[in-house]
């Protein structure tokens, strides 16, 4: 069975002080892992897809990586519209689905 | 041009009652995918729809059900409402029935007491 761990919980950071957040896999074969940002009484929005080990992608203050067992999502100098909840996810392509992560609650304080 | 609309945006049921929960997906996308969300959880898969047939179902017991239109809309079903069936309901759509280029509603947030 699929598994996805995310730590920490949650974080809190002052504005301008970088940091990152993990998401550790257990899968069998992997066909991408996604991270997604959600706002409270949201639904998730798209951040990034990274394929393979090694693969990175950059978006803003964001940087994504990815390597066989697991990513990280750094932030640089966050600000405090930054602040939500960031999940990660993986596909097998097995069946279609993305499995989640329970999740990491980013708050910036200014 | 529209994103994934979900309807009602809001609801609260009763134990034992029935919910009929609403999507239409972006113009042009003939997937449709339910995940519930429980507070302070990530989303769990429910369903996937392409092109009106079921093409993946997760671990949820046979109360929940749905369908896709002529139009790729969908409805999610709920028979004999939980306590533990409130939850965040999201539904995402895409072109084929792959998770990669997913855009998701906002959701439906059912409240059962």
């Known amino acids: ?110 | 041009d529209a994103g994934v609309t979900q309807s009602p945006t809001h609801l609260i049921k009763t134990r034992g009652q029935h919910v009929t929960l609403r999507c239409s997906p972006i113009s042009g996308h003939k997937s449709v995918s339910w995940y519930q969300q429980v507070l302070g959880q990530g989303p769990q898969f429910i369903f996937q729809y392409y092109e009106k047939e079921e093409r993946g179902r997760g671990n949820f017991p046979d109360r929940f059900s749905a369908r896709q239109f002529p139009n790729y809309s969908s409805e999610l079903n709920v028979n004999a409402l939980l306590l533990g069936d409130s939850a965040l309901y999201l539904c995402a759509s895409s072109l084929e029935g792959t998770p990669y280029g997913y855009t998701f509603g906002s959701g439906t947030r059912l409240t059962v007491v």
Do not use: M
Request: aromatic share 10%.
């Open chain 1, 1 to 110: 069975e699929d598994q996805v761990t995310q730590s920490p919980e949650a974080l809190r950071l002052q504005e301008g002080e970088s940091s990152s957040l993990n998401c550790s896999y257990t899968v069998s074969g992997l066909r991408g892992l996604f991270w997604y940002r959600q706002d409270p009484g949201k639904g998730p929005e798209f951040l990034f897809t990274l394929y393979s080990a090694g693969e990175e992608k950059e978006k803003e203050r964001l940087k994504a990586t990815l390597t066989k067992k697991e990513s990280f999502l750094h932030i640089t100098a966050p600000k405090p519209e930054d602040s939500a909840t960031y999940l990660c996810a993986v596909t097998t392509g097995a069946n279609s689905k993305l499995t989640f992560g329970k999740g990491i609650t980013l708050s910036v304080r200014p």
